[in-house]
């Protein structure tokens, strides 16, 4: 993929989402779940706290 084929101020491919977007996500798997997770949905919850939280740390590293 060139440069070229990007989308102006979207992120290249591969790089993390903003925090504010997982958080979002996680919101919409609480709410679609009403609070009670599956175990599937317990694992995908555990992988967006492991974004989310990358997505702070980088965000914190970026500010500093």
């Not at 989402?17 to 779940?33: D, K, M």
């Not at 706290?49 to 970026?62: F, L, N, T």
């Amino acid at each position: 993929m060139s440069p070229d084929s990007l989308t102006p101020g979207a992120p290249p491919p591969g790089a993390p989402r903003p925090a504010a977007e997982v958080n979002e996500q996680i919101r919409a798997l609480w709410l679609r779940t009403g609070g009670r997770l599956s175990p599937q949905e317990r694992a995908e919850y555990e992988l967006l706290v492991v974004e989310w939280a990358a997505a702070i740390r980088d965000g914190v590293i970026e500010a500093a």
